[in-house]
């Protein structure tokens, strides 16, 4: 299995304790490699994405934690001549991708003797977090920004934990959790701790499943970049054990508003460090210093794959567009479908876009 390193100074992650960050030199932690897939281990008797438990890396005793995330359904449309796949990431229990690594993350807690955390978002991540706390028996206190939809919020509380409103941009969460953090807190943090990666891989096997084969292009709305590097990851272990020959291209989306990717990956990580979070409903995206930028940047090289800004008025129109279609998901998920105007004739086929999140978290 592939071994998390601070990707820094290189130091492995302690096996006891749970830090966010290498204490060593501040460092990011990861895995240092794709993890390892084997067909044959595949344990189609456990629920949902646990049956692929064997490619997680978690401790031996780890429990497995579910509400029966994963396995969720690859719809099938035309649109722009374009022969297009919708990954419903929106059915997952708390209604978003982030379940996917919120089970695995939390059992990777619990296995470290965790049953306190602490938690920043902007919504999706901490209602998932809170979801799955409040399955294992998990205490948390999730930080939100003040602007936080309100279904998001409700749907923390209602789960039980301790919801912590924080005036100003989403920045000023992540800086109040890091307070709690440094007076002793355990970070539980969805984009600092690497687990949840394992579970966002799954996604790329359930499609290769589907397909039998690898799409020929994958593109998922970016934040910290977890998901989109979660799948990336899936697929290179597909391919790694032999399974797809070639990877998908890959269309990482962001909002106009807020595009330190974009910017990135266009221009250059130093001009991507100023980026300031504008306003746009694509809440999910709204992520000035995104975590996984250094890995994003350095897997996805020019020609494998393009990071896309969207203009915000063309947001809520293709968030009606794909409702009329049938699918209910929030604006952030509305991001992937803008980009079939500028992907359209020039990327390989078929196309599967993640849809996140679900329209019930989104209030107008």
């Known amino acids: 299995m592939p071994t998390i390193r601070c990707r820094k100074c290189n130091e492995p992650y302690p096996d006891r304790g749970v830090p966010y960050r290498c204490p060593n030199c501040g460092g990011i932690y990861d895995f240092d490699g794709p993890p390892e897939f084997n067909k044959n281990a595949i344990e189609k008797d456990l629920p949902g ?148 990666l394992m579970g966002y891989a799954t996604i790329a096997y359930e499609i290769w499943e ?16 977890s998901l989109l590097l979660g799948i990336m990851r899936g697929f290179a272990a597909l391919r790694q054990s032999g399974l797809i020959l070639n990877l998908p291209y890959y269309v990482g989306v962001q909002a106009e508003a807020c595009a330190p990717v974009v910017t990135a990956f266009t221009r250059g990580k130093e001009a991507a460090k100023n980026i300031v979070e504008g306003q746009t409903v694509a809440e999910g995206v709204k992520v000035s210093q995104p975590v996984r930028l250094g890995a994003l940047l350095a897997e996805i090289p020019k020609g494998s794959g393009e990071f896309i800004s969207i203009q915000e008025e063309a947001i809520l129109p293709a968030y009606r567009e794909l409702a009329k279609k049938g699918m209910y998901v929030e604006p952030t998920s509305a991001l992937v479908w803008c980009t079939l105007d500028k992907i359209a004739g020039r990327v390989p086929e078929p196309v599967v876009l993640i849809l996140s999140g679900s329209g019930l978290k989104y209030q107008s």
């Open 210 to 225: 589907n397909l039998g084969a690898a799409p020929g292009t994958v593109v998922a709305p970016v934040g910290h970049g």
């Open 49 to 196: 994405l646990w049956r692929y438990r064997h490619s997680f890396g978690l401790f031996e005793d780890a429990p497995l934690v579910t509400l029966g995330e994963g396995n969720t359904p690859l719809v099938w449309t035309d649109a722009n001549g374009l022969k297009v796949g919708l990954k419903l990431e929106s059915l997952n229990p708390s209604g978003s991708f982030k379940d996917r690594g919120s089970a695995v993350q939390i059992s990777q807690l619990l296995a470290r003797g965790i049953h306190l955390a602490v938690e920043d978002s902007s919504g999706n991540a901490g209602a998932s977090f809170a979801a799955y706390a409040a399955r294992a028996g998990l205490k948390t206190r999730v930080f939100v920004p003040e602007s936080a939809s309100g279904p998001k919020r409700r749907q923390i509380e209602l789960y039980g934990a301790q919801l912590v409103s924080v005036p100003g941009p989403r920045s000023a969460a992540a800086q109040a959790v890091l307070k709690e953090v440094d007076a002793g807190a355990v970070y539980g943090s969805h984009a600092y701790l690497p687990f949840g």
